[in-house]
């Protein structure tokens, strides 16, 4: 029989586990034709929520925890799930339901009848987020899909369904800045989107502040187009040829008109405004440079400090 392994990031969840649990227990029902396990992957959480993955463990054989040694991120905890995910088909979710439980007897079919490798799933509206937020969400979307040639859509969710080839291909991927949603569309394959509305979470809260989800898009957008350094380079070559053109205005005039000395209000402001456009330019490369160092270091992406994994299986 068919194994389906439900990975489950949580940092710090101790209400929305629970809740979770119960919510894909009552699916479980539905999922007759797989045996099911799920991986909570407690990510460094500072309250209960490791007592309440181990209290169900007991409770629950099909449950299995990660728990890393310190908070490592969401993309770290994913890419521990997948490690240590053992199905022939792999599920990611939230703990706090925004995923619903019940698109995955629909996934499942779309994969094992349909023959798709992956079945993703993005939100159609954005009811409750805040107004600001789904703004730079939208512009951030559009941005990719003009700098980079990796497919990266909008409103598209962690939650999928995937087989395990399209796992074991993101496995491959073991680069340390994680860009889940570029590289789920970097590997390929045939993947199925599904549409639901946007669900508002059921207990605790959000854990990305405007800040944390500023420096994910930058991880997108240095991860997956190199844009950027192409646009520096063409705004140094503009200023370059409108300073060839200024110097031979200026040269002509001073020719022509002699040389009354004036304009230093204005030549202090262009000064200043190159000054901003190298250091804004410099900037972008310190981007790249930095990633690449990190990228060198070759450190683990997550370290596991405690696991029920090997105990039960070997
Ligand atoms: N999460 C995590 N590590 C983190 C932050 C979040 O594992 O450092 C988990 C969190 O527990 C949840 C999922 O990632 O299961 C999505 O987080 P959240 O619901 O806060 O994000 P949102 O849905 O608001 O984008
Ligand atoms: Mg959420």
Redesign the pocket.
Known sequence: MDMLSIV????N?QEALPIFYRAVSKVAGELKEVRLEIIFVN?GSRDKSLEEMKALAQKDSRVKYVSFSR?F??EA?MYAGFRYAKGDYVAIM???L?DPPELLPEMLRSIREEGYDCVATRRVSRKGEPVIRSFFARLFYRMMRRISSTEIVDGARDYRLMTRQFVDEILHLCEYNRFSKGLFGWVGFETKWLEYENVE?SAGE???SFWKLLLYSIEGIVGFSTAPLTFSAFVGAVFCLVAFVAICFIVVRTLVQGDPVAGWPSMVCIMVFIGGIQLFCIGILGEYLAKTYLETKKRPIFICKETNIHETED
């Open positions: 489950v990031p949580c940092y969840e990510d908070n991120g969401k905890a939230d703990v706090d925004q979470r959000t854990k990305w």
